[in-house]
């Protein structure tokens, strides 16, 4: 990607295009499905774009190739440097949760670039979403660097550097219909194998109602989801996936007393109840899965709600394998 060097006080900085070529594109797509996430990685260091100098803007970014090829096309028109920060490959803001997007490796990033001999301002832009793991205070303090947040979306970043000023709107977090269909393609393609282990295994355990029930319940959490759980009207993810899945298990508990092998009220109230506590158990796994795809949650909300709701997944979860497997044993025996 990087094509030469600048001439500035601190040599071989390599020059990239903000042009997004058809390999990038290509690259993106298989980043979108899964493939190849983990060779995402962009070489830490200070980049050049356009023809910068010793006045012009530095932007902070991670070395996630998706964040670092949003943030360069953003500035077509613009001449500067792009600090890219070691995130081990992560987005800006999930690395900024996880720490690697954040003041230390903000301040060490720096000296190893010499980025003080580059440039004689003192102004760093950082991405908003890199707030929650940069200490603004310390980074100046350490390095004499001012850290300035810039827009959410790397796209507003011409208009901030007109003003220097980011509007209410450019600071507005957004998860919109199309962010979250973005998501799921990868979700389906890393589910695909595991949901065809689990449907057999609850196959063999619970016949073919529980195979479809384990399927459809991990279709719920993988794919449905990410593009209704701004309907779904609770304040948390895990509880919104146990009403997704609480509906869904409905049919199944249907199916159980109107068309069910076992002829005895009780067995076909036992096999409602195994649904009643499988489908919305994975169902709400998931959901609280997909906290780490969205801005829409925090660090301290995400362990309150694992601490708060895994525990009762756990136990729906085995209470209903457990008692799949008492009745399977009890049919065998019968016959």
Partial sequence: MPSQTTDTPAPNIPTISAHITLANRWDHLKKRLGFGRNKSHIEPGLYA?????????????????????????????????????????????????????GTDELVQRIEATSLADVVVHR?????????????????????????????????????????????????????????????????????????????????????????????????????LFPILFPWIPTANFSTKGFILGGLAAVPFIVIRFTGGTDTELWQRSIWGLTHLLLIPSITAFLALNFTGSTTFTSRSGVRKEIFTFFPVMAWMFGSGVVISIVMTIMRFIRV
């Fill in 49 to 101: 774009i356009g023809d910068p100098g010793p006045k012009s803007p530095v932007f902070a970014s991670a070395n996630y190739s998706l964040s670092f090829d949003a943030l360069r096309s953003a500035l077509k028109r613009v001449d500067g440097y792009i600090l890219v920060l070691d995130t081990k490959g992560i987005n800006v803001w999930c690395a900024a949760g996880k720490g690697t997007f």
């Fill in 123 to 223: 102004k760093l832009i950082v991405p908003q979403l890199g707030a929650p793991g940069t200490a603004a205070h310390e980074v100046k303090k350490r390095s004499g660097f001012i850290v300035q947040y810039g827009p959410v979306r790397a796209r507003d970043l011409p208009a901030y550097l007109k003003t220097g000023e980011a509007t209410d709107e450019m600071r507005r977090v957004r998860f919109t219909l199309k962010d979250r269909l973005v998501l799921f393609p990868v979700e389906v393609i890393h589910m695909l194998i595991p949901t065809a282990v689990i449907a057999l295994l609850f196959y063999l355990i619970g016949g073919l109602p529980a195979a479809l029930g384990a399927a459809v319940a991990i279709t719920l959490g993988a794919v």
